[in-house]
């Protein structure tokens, strides 16, 4: 297989951003006069023009008091709080946001891609994530989950590059990484938990596990300096050193059982009823819930796997939010047909990764193969989270050629898993599972050289 020249790589890259960005700006457009803020996204409004109007991030109550306020993480609505102040705070302006880092998401994917497949296969892979139709119709909701998917895909794209890099500047391709990983921790604060993941596999094959464990350290040391902060000014002004003021709050709804997994409203325990200090109230929830998981292990765990489906089945979050913004421009009907399109699409991309996976070369390969083909089952059932979670054993069933493979491969597997981790303590929900779309996507196109020769990345799977 001869390598494709840099020309016609930077040609696809572009190909994959133009179609990205022409079709988020299309979706703006349809949506600046007809989606207001809705859910999450009205908060994230009414806080981003605070901020914007200099006024931090403080909530105004309707006795006219004015308090300190960090129950969301700061990320996201000091992001479109900025641009808030350049150009106004019309929620358009916050969608124009979003569109923007979807367009460095799907370049990202396109990129990781590259490595993990034919120049073809990429580019069909970067077309396939400029598209996803559930992360564009995303696009003018005001809520998070597809900043997280863009900023992971992108810290993901510069540790490898940090890979490939020499010693010299490989370090700041690893501050690259470590930065966008601060700005999607300011936005999800889980997100923390990747940096050391991340870091590690930025090293060439071949690297010892000091050299590994210092370069993991640096990724995840460049992350929480960033950080510090906004955790300094919540300790200063809420009396609590944290991201958010909220991790308390879902982890009672999880350990909820009428909940089964998913959000719902919060029953307010007895000993927290007149706590009104939002970060005590939070500690409060907190404490509440770590005593009765402790006193009901089997119950708490028995809710696992009903957090994993709502998590990994079926995202349809696009929908959902354009439906509940404004039922007479996106009525039932569009969302079920949008929640319909986006299914089939994530399922026939997640079967790409896995068949990829199980056909490419490399250790184990009988073994990868049947494991993909029982995690292929579920696809066509009501549940897919099975095979969502069944990346992460055959990623491990690589040993150690995982270290040579394209980086979309460990990469991958660490998020998934992560994400899976977070949403089985807490509690689950389709959007949640969204942010991962981005680099399974980026695992599809090793289905098309499965059996190719090629770099050392392409031949060991992904």
Same mark, same amino acid.
């Given at each position: 297989?001869?390598?494709?020249?840099? =020309?016609?790589?930077?040609?696809?890259?572009?190909?994959?951003?133009?179609?990205?960005?022409?079709?988020?700006?299309?979706?703006?457009? /349809?949506?600046?006069?007809?989606?207001?803020?809705?859910?999450?996204?009205?908060?994230?409004?009414?806080?981003?023009?605070?901020?914007?109007?200099?006024?931090?991030?403080?909530?105004?109550?309707?006795?006219?008091?004015?308090?300190?306020?960090?129950?969301?993480?700061?990320?996201?609505?000091?992001?479109?709080?900025?641009?808030?102040?350049?150009?106004?705070?019309?929620?358009?302006?916050?969608?124009?946001?979003?569109?923007?880092?979807?367009?460095?998401?799907?370049?990202?994917?396109? =990129?990781?891609?590259?490595?993990?497949?034919?120049?073809?296969?990429?580019?069909?892979?970067?077309?396939?994530?400029?598209?996803?139709?559930?992360?564009?119709?995303?696009?003018?909701?005001?809520?998070?989950?597809?900043?997280?998917?863009?900023?992971?895909?992108?810290?993901? !794209?510069?540790?490898?590059?940090?890979?490939?890099?020499?010693?010299?500047?490989?370090?700041? !391709?690893?501050?690259?990484?470590?930065?966008?990983?601060?700005?999607?921790?300011?936005?999800?604060?889980?997100?923390?938990?990747?940096?050391?993941?991340?870091? /590690? !596999?930025?090293?060439?094959?071949?690297?010892?596990?000091?050299?590994?464990?210092?370069?993991?350290?640096?990724?995840?040391?460049?992350?929480?300096?960033?950080?510090?902060?906004?955790?300094?000014?919540?300790?200063?002004? %809420?009396?609590?050193?944290?991201?958010?003021?909220?991790?308390?709050?879902?982890?009672?709804?999880?350990?909820?059982? @009428?909940?089964?997994?998913?959000?719902?409203?919060?029953?307010?325990?007895?000993?927290?009823?007149?706590? *009104?200090?939002?970060?005590?109230?939070?500690?409060?929830?907190?404490?509440?819930?770590?005593? /009765?998981?402790?006193?009901?292990?089997?119950?708490?765990? @028995?809710?696992?796997?009903?957090?994993?489906?709502?998590?990994?089945?079926?995202?349809?979050? +696009?929908?959902?939010? %354009?439906?509940?913004?404004?039922?007479?421009?996106?009525?039932?009907?569009?969302?079920?047909?949008?929640?319909?399109?986006?299914?089939?699409?994530?399922?026939?991309?997640?079967?790409?990764?896995?068949?990829?996976?199980?056909?490419?070369?490399?250790?184990?390969?009988?073994?990868?193969?049947? *494991?993909?083909?029982?995690?292929?089952?579920?696809?066509?059932?009501?549940?897919? !989270? *099975?095979?969502?979670?069944?990346?992460?054993?055959?990623?491990? %069933?690589?040993?150690?050629?995982?270290?040579?493979?394209?980086?979309?491969?460990?990469?991958?597997?660490?998020?998934?898993?992560?994400? +899976? %981790?977070?949403?089985?303590?807490?509690?689950?929900?389709?959007?949640?599972?969204?942010?991962?779309?981005?680099?399974?996507?980026?695992?599809?196109?090793?289905?098309?050289?499965?059996?190719?020769?090629?770099?050392?990345?392409? @031949?060991?799977?992904?």
């Amino acid at each position: 297989m001869s390598e494709p020249s840099r =020309a016609v790589l930077r040609r696809d890259a572009w190909i994959v951003a133009l179609t990205a960005l022409a079709a988020r700006l299309l979706v703006v457009v /349809w949506a600046a006069t007809r989606i207001p803020p809705t859910a999450d996204g009205s908060f994230y409004q009414t806080i981003a023009t605070r901020i914007a109007r200099g006024e931090g991030y403080t909530w105004l109550w309707p006795d006219g008091v004015v308090t300190y306020a960090a129950h969301y993480p700061v990320g996201y609505p000091a992001l479109i709080g900025a641009a808030y102040a350049l150009l106004g705070p019309r929620p358009f302006v916050a969608m124009l946001v979003n569109a923007i880092l979807g367009v460095a998401g799907a370049s990202a994917t396109h =990129a990781l891609a590259v490595r993990a497949t034919s120049r073809r296969g990429a580019l069909v892979v970067g077309l396939v994530a400029a598209l996803h139709v559930g992360l564009l119709a995303y696009t003018p909701a005001l809520m998070t989950e597809g900043v997280t998917a863009a900023l992971w895909v992108v810290s993901a !794209w510069a540790a490898m590059r940090a890979r490939e890099a020499s010693s010299r500047r490989a370090w700041g !391709w690893l501050a690259g990484a470590g930065a966008a990983l601060a700005v999607a921790t300011l936005v999800r604060p889980q997100s923390i938990a990747i940096a050391p993941w991340f870091g /590690w !596999w930025a090293i060439a094959p071949g690297a010892g596990w000091i050299a590994r464990l210092r370069r993991s350290v640096a990724v995840t040391a460049i992350a929480v300096a960033m950080c510090v902060p906004w955790v300094v000014r919540n300790q200063v002004r %809420l009396g609590e050193a944290g991201l958010s003021f909220n991790g308390g709050w879902n982890l009672l709804i999880g350990a909820t059982p @009428s909940a089964n997994g998913s959000w719902a409203p919060l029953k307010v325990p007895q000993a927290c009823r007149e706590v *009104f200090d939002e970060a005590k109230k939070d500690d409060c929830f907190g404490r509440e819930a770590a005593r /009765w998981i402790v006193s009901h292990p089997g119950t708490w765990l @028995s809710l696992a796997p009903s957090k994993l489906a709502v998590t990994f089945d079926y995202c349809g979050a +696009a929908g959902w939010y %354009l439906h509940a913004a404004n039922p007479k421009a996106f009525p039932y009907s569009w969302k079920v047909a949008l929640g319909a399109v986006e299914t089939a699409l994530e399922r026939v991309v997640l079967g790409a990764a896995l068949l990829g996976l199980g056909l490419a070369r490399g250790p184990r390969r009988r073994g990868r193969l049947a *494991f993909g083909i029982v995690a292929l089952l579920p696809l066509f059932t009501q549940h897919a !989270w *099975f095979a969502y979670l069944a990346i992460v054993p055959m990623a491990a %069933l690589f040993g150690g050629a995982l270290a040579s493979s394209a980086f979309a491969l460990p990469a991958c597997a660490g998020v998934v898993a992560i994400t +899976a %981790l977070t949403h089985a303590v807490f509690f689950g929900a389709g959007r949640y599972g969204l942010p991962v779309m981005p680099l399974v996507t980026a695992l599809a196109g090793g289905l098309v050289v499965r059996g190719a020769s090629g770099s050392a990345a392409r @031949s060991s799977g992904a």
